[in-house]
C-alpha cells in the first residue's frame, strides 16, 4: 500500500527558509507523479508545485515561484521541497500527494489519488 510521509516543517522568520521531504513507500518515484499542496486556517487547498513521474515535468503556482523548488531522489524515494524566502503568508500544512494513474506534471489536486498527512508551516516573526 503506497504511502506518504511529510516531514521538515516548523517555526521560521519571514525571509527564511525551510526544506520538506515527502517518503515515499509501498512504490517508487519513477512511476509517480508528485505534488505538494497547501491548507491555510480558514482558506482551500491550493497547489504549490508538482512533478511528472519522468521528473522532467514540473509546474510552481504563480505565488510561490522563483521562491520554491521541487526536488527528488529516486534512491532515497524522497520528494523535496526547498522553500525559500519564506513569507506570513505561506503558513499552512503542506501535503504530499501522488498519482500513480495519470503521472503526468498537474496542480490540479483531483488527479491525485494518494495523500499524506501534512507538516505544518509557520513563517512568523
Known amino acids: 500500500q503506497l504511502q506518504l510521509v511529510e516531514s521538515g516543517g516548523g517555526l521560521v522568520q519571514p525571509g527564511g527558509s525551510l526544506r520538506l521531504s515527502c517518503v515515499v513507500s509501498?512504490?517508487?518515484?519513477?512511476?509517480?507523479?508528485m505534488g505538494w499542496f497547501r491548507q491555510a486556517p480558514g482558506k482551500e487547498r491550493e497547489a504549490v508545485s508538482c512533478?511528472?513521474?519522468?521528473?522532467?515535468?514540473?509546474e510552481y503556482a504563480d505565488s510561490v515561484k522563483g521562491r520554491f523548488t521541487i526536488s527528488r531522489d529516486n534512491g532515497k524515494n524522497t520528494v523535496y521541497l526547498q522553500m525559500n524566502s519564506l513569507k506570513p503568508e505561506d503558513t499552512a500544512v503542506y501535503y504530499c500527494?501522488?498519482?500513480?494513474?495519470?503521472?503526468?506534471?498537474?496542480?490540479?489536486?483531483?488527479?491525485?489519488?494518494?495523500w499524506g498527512h501534512g507538516t505544518q508551516v509557520t513563517v512568523s516573526s
Open positions: 512533478m511528472s513521474s519522468s521528473g522532467y515535468g514540473i
Open positions: 509501498g512504490s517508487t518515484l519513477d512511476v509517480l507523479a
Open positions: 500527494a501522488a498519482d500513480d494513474v495519470l503521472r503526468g506534471a498537474t496542480l490540479y489536486s483531483a488527479q491525485y489519488n494518494h
